[in-house]
C-alpha cells in the first residue's frame, strides 16, 4: 500500500448494504486482501471527512460453477475482501445516498 487511494477499491452496493447504510448508519466498500483495519479506517476518515466507530472485514470466497458438458469445478469470480465501515452518529457519506 502506498496511499489511501488504493486501500478503498470500489463500494459494494447491494441490497442489504442500502439498508445497512438507511438503518445502521454502516457502509461495505472492496478493499485489498493486505489492507487491515487500521489502514481501513484511516482512509475512510480521510477521504470522506467523517468520523469511525468500528470497522468489520471479511474475505468473501470466490463462486465456483459448473460446466454443463464436462461438470467440472470453474472459478467464476476470484476471492475479495470487504470492510464494513461503521460511522458515528450523524456522519454520512454522500456517494451512498445517491439522487435526492
Do not use: C, W
Amino acid at each position: 500500500m502506498t496511499s489511501i487511494y488504493d486501500v478503498l477499491r470500489r463500494p459494494i452496493i447491494t441490497e442489504k448494504s442500502a439498508h445497512q447504510f438507511r438503518k445502521l448508519n454502516q457502509y461495505a466498500f472492496e478493499v485489498p486482501l493486505d489492507a487491515n483495519k487500521r489502514m481501513i479506517k484511516e482512509a475512510v476518515e480521510v477521504l470522506f471527512d467523517v468520523e469511525v466507530k468500528k470497522v468489520n472485514t471479511m474475505i468473501m470466497p470466490a463462486k465456483r460453477s459448473r460446466s454443463p458438458q464436462s461438470r467440472r469445478m470453474q472459478i467464476r469470480s476470484s476471492a475479495y475482501k470487504k470492510a464494513i465501515v461503521t460511522l458515528a452518529d450523524g456522519d454520512t457519506i454522500q456517494a451512498f445516498e445517491g439522487v435526492r
